[in-house]
């Protein structure tokens, strides 16, 4: 088992194989069993199959081809909306108009999420995870009609593995874990730690390709730049509030 | 394969049995063999073996008793320290002090704590989530001693299962999934989807213990009030602040 864990890969091309119905709802329920907030199940999956569907979205996940094509798209969401309608419905106040709601629920969508994907492997399948969805939120958001209460948190595209890709680096598990309490990193820690990432040949033509001096250049410059972090903050907060998240406090 | 998934359970009572540092590095190395956001592995992990920690965090999990019953207490944080103090020492500009960056990093945690959850519940062993991690944020990063850019967002307790406990339900799947579009819930969806949870014995009977008149009046009420739901997600923010996430914007 451990080994399955250790192989996988992220799998970006897919074959023109389709995911049966019958596959997919399996699936996602084997995902529905997994730990959630005292079982209120705060999320919702939204499934794209249709080609116009997925032409609609691909340009807010920039384009990604994945997006168009891939068999099967998944929007996980965090949802309050259904529980907020049956505690109308029977009686009940509900108090998920926060920050704290919609975390919980966010944490939820994601978990449900990560045992899909690794249902989805354990047959064979490849998934590759979109974190454009948190980018820009309020166009998914409107293509897929969420309605208040409603936030996709990670978008997934699942198919067939039509490539064999080499696996990344991973950073060492001690740069990872602490033990009783968290140790910071000297600077000599965090060059002994970055080493093998910094050495790594396809992170070198990175560097080079880009006519950086550093790896971390790459990320700061190019991949995860200041300006963009900060658009996608606010844009990202802006679409939690008008989903009426953020009411109190 | 997807009978593991089904038949799973969470875990809160563990047998005096422990884990060795060698099983539990092999599933952490697995778990960090997951998804996760350009590869910058924007997440940490503490272990909590030592009994004297266990009792300092005890009282801020409201003195759940599988804090200090299991063998193993693991606390997954967005930790965006490592990442920026690797660029600071390569001449490269960080901008990770926002919203968007904290809420990458939580979503990279989760998936890592999630796919430990399945290696170790492959290997016999059993999880609790812990919520409260977000409720009392701040007393948790500071009996953990953690740094600016770092948020515990999941807590798990880990151990060999000493109990056998009912699965609690899940609502039927079409109460998740969306086909292509979101389909919102009219009055007669709602009584549908929630009459197998509301007629089930153990939920009739939280609604008699707590002499209230709906199930959905023990959430509301009780579990997760708007009083708590605030005064959380005002903790949480002002931790997530403090923590450097909010700079911007």
Redesign the interface.
Known sequence: ??DF??N?R?IRKYTDRDISDELL???????????N?????L????????AE?KKKMAPFHFNQPMVTQAPVVLTFCADC???V???N????????D????F??A??DA??A???F???AE??GLG???L?TV??LTQPIID?????EY?VP??TLTVGYPDHHPDQ????P?E????????H??R?ED??R??LEKENREANRNYVEENNK?????V???I?????N??T???S??DAIKKQGFMK??
């Open positions: 088992m451990q864990f250790k996988r992220t709802n399996e699936l996602l329920e084997a995902s529905f069993r997994s730990s907030t005292g079982n209120m199940q999320y919702s999956v939204v499934v794209t199959r249709d569907m909306n259904r529980f309608k049956w505690c419905q029977r009686n009940a106040d509900p108090g998920f926060n920050f704290q709601s975390f919980t966010s944490i994601v978990i999420a990560q045992t994907c690794t249902a354990s047959v998934i590759c995870y974190g948190t980018y293509v897929l009609k969420l309605p409603v948190v990670v990344p680096e991973r950073l598990s740069a990872i874990v602490h033990q009783e309490t968290y910071d990193y600077p965090i060059d730690l970055y001096e550093t790896l971390a250049q990320f700061t410059d991949r995860y730049t200041r300006k972090n900060e996608f903050s606010e990202f907060l109190c406090p």
